[in-house]
Every structure is written in C-alpha cells, then in structure tokens.
C-alpha cells in the first residue's frame, strides 16, 4: 500500500518512502490529500501520473481504490457502466502507444466493497487509512497480501480525427502567432443504462461546446478586418477517452508549438437558464483572467471563481494537455447566477450532474435557453477577440504552479511574467 502513490517535494510528502515496490502491485487512493493547495491537489491526483510514479519505481502493477470523495463524486454504478468500452491511445512516428503503459501486467479499480475486503485480508482498517491519508499524513506497508493480475485485450488500429479550421489573422507582426478554440466531438458512444436506452448523445456533452465553436467561428470569420492574430478552430476527439484528441494535436500542432499563445476550451456548458455569471475554470494561472474579465463586462456578466475546486476540474478537460505544453488555457462555463428570478440555476446544474450527466438522458429534452445560450457564446467570442487583439500574448502569473512546472520552456514573449508588463 503506497497511500496516494505520489511525491510532492513542495510538501515534503513521499508516499515511496521507506518503500521498495519493485516487481510489486501498488494500491493506492485515488485523489490527493485536502490539505494540499488545489493547483497541487489538481496536479498529483492524475491518475496517470500515479501510474508514471509506478513505473519509475519499479513496480509492476497498480490497484486503485477511491477515496470517499470520489466515490460520492463518481458511483461505482458509472464505472461499472464502462466496463467493455475500448481504451485508445495515439500511436507516435515509431507506432508506439503513446501513455499506454505496458510495461505495467495489470492495472485495476477496486469496488467500495472490494477495497474492503482487501484491506481485511491484510488486518487494516480501511477507514482509518482514508482519515490518516486525508490529513496528508504518509505511512506506507506491505499489505502482506499476494494478488494476481492478468491483462488481455484485443488490438486494433482506427482512425478518429480532429477537425481543424484556421483563420488567418490580420496583423502581419501578430498573426503568426495562434490562439485555439476547442470543444470535444465525441461522447460515450453506446452502453447500458438504467433506463434501458443504450445510446448516450451527449447533448451538453459535448454538442453544445461543438455548437459554440462552429458559430464563434463563422462570426469572427465575417470580420473585416480579421482579428490580428490567427484562430484555430478546432473539435477534437477521444477527450472522453483520456484528452487523446487533445494530447495529439498538443504534440502535432499544425503550427509552431511556439506559436500558440492561449487555449479556450468550451466543455459541457450547462445552458438551462439564463445567465448572469461565467466560471472560466483554471484562469486564475495567467492573465488570461484579464481578458475573461472584460469579456464578461461587456456582457454585464460577472466572473465567479471554481466554486468545486475539490473536483480538479482543471485537469480534467483538453484545455489541461496544452496547459502540460506551457500553453496558458482555461475551460470556461456558464455560472448558476440566472437573470430570472424564478429559477435557481444551483439547482437546475446540480440535477444535470447528478442525473443526466454521462447517461443516455443527456439529450435535446432537457431544459435549454436560448437566451442563455446566446450570451454564453457573445461571451466566448469576445474573450477570443481580445485575446486575438491585445498587444501582448496571455502569460502565466508568477510563481504559479502550472506555469513553474509547464511554462519555463516558453519563448519570453509567451512565457511567464516576471514584474512588470
């Protein structure tokens, strides 16, 4: 057992400690300790980045067990419902997987009930361990348990695009440089369901993000002149499948790497109602939060902050792989704050998440404003043309997390501020 498997210099916090894992299955939580900032909690809860960790110390399995929040956050029911759909991964120049992991024989989750019975067998108590771990403390062990895990799968090569528009911008000293629009096309396809329809559209997820860039698009391409810098359009695939769609385009852009200055990311706005405030997820990090914020003025919106940071929505969108590149990028949302007194918009989302998000009712019978709707994308749009207009590129913020890690490899123009603009 290797608590939540991560190692946070920052915190002191080494889950390996007084540990050796190799030729050995790891189980661990999934999460982060609450104690942790939310840009590190964001950060160290990737469960891929715990499977990295488990490699480079050796070992050859990993069994995931959910931590009570995540468990309340995503029922077993959803990730049973799951279970048979294909995995994808992107294949390099070298036709190798690209974070694929196999040199890893078995990789599991592990059921409420069956994370119990495991931590029986090895005289633990398994709700002891969550409030140890929870508080941030350490104190790994050999479960004294042996297990054995066996991976099979069937392999086969598909093809699933992205779809890329460019418009070209106007300023010949800026319109090299590109900022990128981008919603995910894909949904989970068909699976059981508990009300017995097996076909999930994804109607919020993500058609209308897909919606809102293709008339973000048409708009800024109706412009005379043409923003300064050049658009990117883009609908991605595979996000549903582990960000793949963004992930590849992040590491085979059609442009310079270099040359993208910022991503916006539109992923499952809730429109039910309309709307008085936007939530534009991870833009605290760079000055992107300038440009949000007068986009939201112009529509008289306020800007609210990540009102569920424990959900490290951050990293769980596309805007996250080009973030991993040293991209600034946020994935903006519609706020609650509704403009008809008559609605509560904290209610209406959070039936959305808990009923029909991820299953076959997210469809075109559920409530949708056009009024909503229409400034939601006026907003988007702007928050582009500013971007697109400003003199200078977005930039990290200083000493923030993401742009310390991600940021440092970054041209000076596009990279982090330090002092002054």
């Known amino acids: 057992f290797a608590g939540f498997g991560i190692t946070a210099p920052e915190y002191a916090h080494d889950d390996f400690e007084?540990?050796?894992?190799?030729?050995?299955?790891?189980?661990?939580?999934?999460?982060?300790p609450p104690s942790f900032d939310t840009d590190q909690r964001a950060f160290y809860s990737s469960s891929d980045g715990k499977r990295e960790r488990a490699l480079e110390r050796g070992a050859l399995g990993i069994v995931l067990v959910r931590t009570p929040v995540d468990q309340k956050?995503?029922?077993?029911?959803?990730?049973?419902?799951?279970?048979?759909s294909a995995?994808?991964?992107?294949?390099?120049?070298?036709?190798?997987?690209r974070d694929g992991f196999p040199q890893l024989v078995g990789d599991a989750s592990l059921s409420e009930s069956g994370a119990r019975k495991l931590f029986e067998l090895a005289g633990r108590d398994l709700d002891a361990l969550f409030e140890h771990h929870m508080s941030g403390a350490t104190g790994s062990f050999d479960l004294s348990v042996t297990a054995r895990?066996?991976?099979?799968?069937?392999?086969?090569?598909v093809t699933s695009p992205n779809v890329i528009a460019r418009l070209r911008g106007s300023d010949p000293a800026l319109r090299d440089e590109h900022i990128i629009y981008t919603a995910h096309l894909d949904h989970l396809g068909i699976?059981?369901?508990?009300?017995?329809?097996?076909?999930?559209?994804?109607?919020?997820?993500?058609?209308v993000g897909v919606s809102a860039v293709i008339v973000i698009g048409k708009a800024l391409s109706a412009m005379s002149p043409a923003p300064r810098r050049s658009i990117l359009f883009v609908a991605l695939t595979a996000e549903e499948k582990g960000l793949r769609g963004s992930n590849y385009l992040a590491h085979n852009p059609p442009v310079p790497i270099e040359n993208v200055v910022a991503n916006l990311n539109i992923d499952m706005p809730f429109l039910g109602y309309p709307i008085a405030d936007v939530e534009p997820i991870g833009v605290e990090h760079s000055t992107l939060h300038d440009a949000v914020t007068?986009?939201?003025?112009h529509l008289g919106l306020a800007v609210t902050p990540d009102p569920r940071?424990?959900?490290?929505?951050?990293?769980?969108?596309?805007?996250?792989?080009?973030?991993k590149r040293g991209i600034p990028g946020l994935n903006l949302k519609p706020g609650v704050t509704t403009t008809d007194p008559n609605i509560d918009g904290a209610a209406m989302r959070a039936e959305f998440l808990s009923e029909h998000y991820h299953r076959a009712s997210d469809d075109l019978t559920l409530p949708f404003s056009h009024e909503g709707a229409e400034t939601f994308v006026r907003t988007a749009l702007a928050l582009g043309l500013i971007v697109a207009s400003d003199d200078d590129p977005p930039r990290w913020k200083e000493n923030d997390f993401f742009g310390e890690r991600f940021g440092r490899g970054r041209t000076q123009r596009s990279g982090v501020v330090h002092g002054e603009r």
């Open 294 to 297: 007068r986009a939201a003025a």
């Open 18 to 32: 007084g540990i050796d894992v190799r030729g050995k299955i790891l189980v661990v939580f999934t999460g982060a």
């Open 87 to 97: 995995s994808l991964r992107w294949v390099d120049a070298q036709g190798a997987p």
């Open 149 to 157: 895990l066996q991976r099979r799968s069937k392999q086969r090569t």
């Open 309 to 323: 940071p424990e959900l490290v929505r951050f990293i769980r969108s596309d805007q996250f792989s080009f973030v």
């Open 191 to 207: 699976r059981p369901d508990p009300s017995g329809d097996t076909i999930h559209n994804g109607a919020y997820d993500n058609a």
């Open 73 to 84: 956050r995503w029922p077993w029911s959803r990730t049973v419902s799951g279970v048979g």
